[in-house]
T-cell receptor, first 112, second 115 residues
Framework: QKEVEQDPGPLSVPEGAIVSLNCTYSNSAFQYFMWYRQYSRKGPELLMYTYSSGNKEDGRFTAQVDKSSKYISLFIRDSQPSDSATYLC????????????FGKGTHLIIQP | GAGVSQSPSNKVTEKGKDVELRCDPI?????LYWYRQRLGQGLEFLIY????????KSGLPSDRFSAERTGESVSTLTIQRTQQEDSAVYLCASSLVMGGPDTQYFGPGTRLTVL
């Protein structure tokens, strides 16, 4: 079993829909959880960063962490074609300099 | 300001050759990371530097892989005697470790193809 599981998709939804992206993990020591967005042939860019359990909202994006279930989610409201990308969850034990453990990424397609 | 840059952007090499990949981190960032992204896979952590020392080399897949960093500046990842399974995108990231949440900023990657 991989440390972080993420459905690779593709996930295709119509413009304006609410998108739900998820990851599960096995290492209960993870405390820091991130979502990165990666466009084709580009490096990942950080979208959301959360510590421990709870919710965090930033514009159209909401990140949720449920440590008891070892489950994290990213919600995108009012999805736009420009949101079409691969979304990678990542996590680490420490919050300082630490190698991140990534999921495989979910390829998201927003249909105009 | 300038982000993380990597060179070359693409590298095609023959099996058995050595390759050197370069990363220029964001100025002032003390930590630097190397990851590998194989086709259809997530990013795989290779090594990180704090300054020019490497506290964690646990992700290097074999002794053919090595990395160096000069001060808090440029880093090179060297792969000796390349194999076809080394084909991947090699991503570099840097961060400003000041305590609290540490955000890693990624470069565009070097796409390595081993024929």
């Amino acid at each position: 079993q991989k440390e972080v599981e993420q459905d690779p998709g593709p996930l295709s939804v119509p413009e304006g829909a609410i998108v739900s992206l998820n990851c599960t993990y096995s290492n209960s020591a993870f405390q820091y959880f991130m979502w990165y967005r990666q466009y084709s042939r580009k490096g990942p860019e950080l979208l959301m960063y959360t510590y421990s359990s709870g919710n965090k909202e930033d514009g159209r994006f909401t990140a949720q962490v449920d440590k008891s279930s070892k489950y994290i989610s990213l919600f995108i409201r009012d999805s736009q074609p420009s949101d079409s990308a691969t979304y990678l969850c990542a996590m680490s034990v420490g919050g300082g300099a630490d190698g991140l453990t990534f999921g495989k990424g979910t390829h998201l397609i927003i249909q105009p | 300001g300038a982000g993380v840059s990597q060179s070359p952007s693409n590298k095609v090499t023959e099996k058995g050759k050595d390759v050197e990949l370069r990363c220029d981190p964001i100025s002032g960032h003390t930590a630097l990371y190397w990851y590998r992204q194989r086709l259809g896979q997530g990013l795989e952590f290779l090594i990180y530097f704090q300054g020019n020392s490497a506290p964690d080399k646990s992700g290097l897949p074999s002794d053919r892989f090595s990395a160096e960093r000069t001060g808090e500046s440029v880093s090179t990842l060297t792969i000796q005697r390349t194999q076809q399974e080394d084909s991947a995108v090699y991503l570099c990231a840097s961060s400003l470790v000041m305590g609290g949440p540490d955000t890693q900023y990624f470069g565009p990657g070097t796409r390595l193809t081993v024929l």
